[in-house]
């Protein structure tokens, strides 16, 4: 075992304050859409800190951590390119903004409103079975990692009894998530998410520097140099011979940008959560900067894991290294633990602790967020849908806790018996595209174009998700299928696009009400839009900023432009050197020691400035809480439905 008492001390009380603060909360949820989306009323940094930390989650920490080791500082610098995109869709609202406008709690809830209540119940049972496959596998990744960072026996006796370890982690940590959910619903999973956002942030900081004091840059390059010419770890134009994640993972998932915002309904309550439209939106703008930290350090984390483990001065550590990677057969499960296992050989007493405990907070973020999401699309738009009337709020709140536990349940056995033969992030994309291949077309379809029609939609996820679903079994039957899960998902969002357009031109002309949709003009609703200048320059106005913007909103938005619009030139001034001339890894060995310095300082400064507007918007956010007046007919039950049959 690895850990000292400090350690233990440190995992032990971070354990306390989460559930402390759970209590505390229970008391401000009290309704159906306090449970669903926290009454609401949600602030723009708790959204975005809150919502981030649950997207990460102790499994993508350690997807990221198996990623950038193959990949090294090529992602990053292709990220580059991809941050405008990112830019131009936070800052326009792309999607959020209307979605946030239709009121919807879920977005088949959504779907109901736009094509017709049988095309809702088809879609929430599509990304409930989708959800169910991909959460999987989280908690075998989770207790995995622990029972390997801690060094903890692979069982325990109990009454006579040998006790696996792995299932006895599984349901601790499980246990502790639903305990969360069913104490407060998004109101407690929202605020604790963020606490926990704020802490995991500071530690991946601290961590970071730690690393880079101990391991010295000229080690790093040489250690990296190391690689094949054409797979390169520090040149991004020599990575042709990158298995998997290499430039048509790039691209792809540049794609898949636009194609999935709001798609993928782990995180679904946030969609909801937020006291408005704008800032829903304000909340996207704020992802520009919020992702900083944890970047960071999932690149540093495998590039100086790599470095122990092909540099000679690190020859000792890389033994230890190897000997807690001997503990398993698996490959694939030793790409998943290489990360953890470098930093158990490099973290001193306390930081080993902290670095469990930022595990910790991620594995509950995330279980309580997608046990929230998953246990409530099920209810509310597979089990809703067929009932002749509303539940009561006492009902509701019983079968949506039912969910809960139900989804627990589930993912609980698939992780004991579900072999896992892929990258973490190619099972992901295989698995999420079983709804996620052709809700993008159908979302952005129903929320922009008035022509789309429900039977567009129906053969819109019919195609993406059986392309999706092909592309699962293939890789069951046949190993090494030349066409990975990343493309997969590519394949399965061009044909359902092209599906939809067809069959909505193609098919009957029919023209929807938009305005009434997403309460416009006559059919606006009192204090959902907050106007501060009823006439913006036309100057704000190109720029994305609209009545709704107060002088700060403006600050943020210039100093987002700014920041990312640097980087893009960069991508761009930096290729086009490339292309001309031969730029050695020498320069390039140069311009990502500038990048990670750089890093550090903005790193630190975001942590301060989002601890202290999520920390206002909590206080505001309790405080709409306590004095607001619920409606229980707020329950998602769409009263009339919304489109065509």
Do not use: C
């Not at 350690?7 to 669903?36: E, Q």
């Not at 691209?251 to 829903?280: D, F, K």
């Not at 359902?496 to 009957?508: A, H, N, W």
């Amino acid at each position: 075992m690895h850990f000292a008492a400090v350690d233990w001390a440190i995992l032990g009380a971070v354990y306390v304050a989460m559930v402390a603060g759970v209590v505390l909360l229970k008391p401000y949820m009290r309704s159906v859409v306090d449970f669903l989306a926290a009454g609401r009323t949600a602030g723009r940094y708790l959204l975005s800190v809150s919502q981030g930390v649950a997207a990460l989650g102790a499994i993508t920490v350690v997807g990221y951590l198996e990623q950038n080791f193959v990949a090294g500082f090529a992602l990053t610098w292709w990220g580059f390119s991809q941050a405008i995109v990112i830019l131009v869709l936070t800052v326009s609202g792309f999607v959020i903004y209307r979605f946030r406008q239709t009121r919807s709690l879920t977005l088949p809830e959504f779907f109901e409103r736009r094509y017709s209540r049988r095309f809702r119940v088809f879609t929430g049972m599509l990304a409930f079975t989708a959800g169910l496959i991909n959460f999987g596998i989280f908690p075998a990744v989770g207790a995995r990692f622990f029972i390997h960072y801690i060094g903890l026996p692979d069982s325990v006796s109990a009454l006579g009894f040998a006790i696996g370890t792995f299932p006895l982690i599984m349901l601790l940590l499980l246990g502790t998530s639903i305990f969360f959910v069913f104490s407060g619903g998004q109101v407690a999973v929202i605020i604790t998410d963020f606490v926990q956002g704020v802490f995991v942030n500071l530690v991946f900081i601290v961590i970071t520097v730690f690393l880079l004091v101990q391991v010295d840059w000229a080690q790093i390059f040489e250690a990296l140099a190391m690689a094949p010419e054409n797979a390169s770890l520090i040149n991004p134009y020599k990575t042709s011979q990158v298995a998997d994640f290499n430039f048509w993972y790039f691209l792809i998932g540049t794609i898949g940008v636009v194609y999935v915002v709001m798609s993928w309904q782990g995180t679904q309550a946030y969609n909801a959560s937020a006291r408005s439209a704008h800032e829903a939106k304000m909340g996207q703008v704020l992802t520009n900067w919020r992702e900083n930290p944890w970047k960071l350090f999932v690149l540093i984390v495998p590039v100086i894991a790599y470095t122990v483990l092909h540099h000679p001065d690190f020859a000792a550590q890389a033994g230890t290294v190897n000997e807690l990677l001997a503990r398993t057969d698996s490959e694939t499960i030793r790409n998943q633990l290489r990360g953890p296992a470098v930093l158990v050989t490099m973290l001193p007493v306390g930081l080993l602790g902290a670095f469990a405990a930022v595990m910790l907070t991620a594995f509950v973020s995330t279980h309580d967020t997608y046990l929230h999401s998953w246990g409530s699309i099920f209810i509310q738009d597979v089990v809703m849908p067929f009932r002749k009337e509303p539940f009561t709020p006492e009902q509701h709140m019983r079968v949506l806790r039912g969910a809960v536990l139900g989804v627990a349940v589930f993912i609980f056995m698939f992780s004991l018996l579900f072999q896992q033969s892929q990258y973490i992030w190619l099972f992901f994309a295989i698995t999420g595209a079983i709804f996620a291949g052709g809700s993008g077309a159908v979302l952005i379809g129903g929320l922009y174009w008035k022509r789309g029609t429900a039977a567009a939609a129906w053969s819109a996820m019919i195609t993406g998700s059986s392309i999706a679903v092909g592309g699962i079994i293939i890789h069951q039957l046949v190993d090494d299928f030349p066409v990975n899960g990343q493309e997969f998902w590519g394949i399965a969002m061009a044909a359902s696009t092209l599906v939809y357009i067809l069959v909505s031109l193609l098919g009957p002309k029919r023209i929807f009400d938009l305005d009434r949709l997403l309460h416009r003009g006559r059919y606006a609703l009192e204090g959902e839009m907050e106007i501060v200048d009823e006439e913006p320059s036309r100057g704000f106005r190109v720029l994305g900023m609209g009545r709704e913007f107060t002088r700060s909103d403006r600050l943020l938005y210039v100093a987002t432009y700014v920041w990312v619009g640097g980087w893009t030139l960069v991508f761009i001034v930096g290729t086009v050197i490339n292309l001309t001339r031969d730029v050695g890894d020498e320069a390039w060995a140069g311009f990502w020691e500038f990048y990670v310095y750089l890093m550090v300082v903005v790193s630190g400064v975001v942590v301060l400035w989002f601890a202290i507007g999520g920390f206002m918007d909590i206080r505001a956010m309790l405080g709409r809480l306590a004095i607001m007046r619920r409606d229980d007919t707020d329950d998602g039950w769409v009263r009339t439905e919304g489109g065509p049959e």
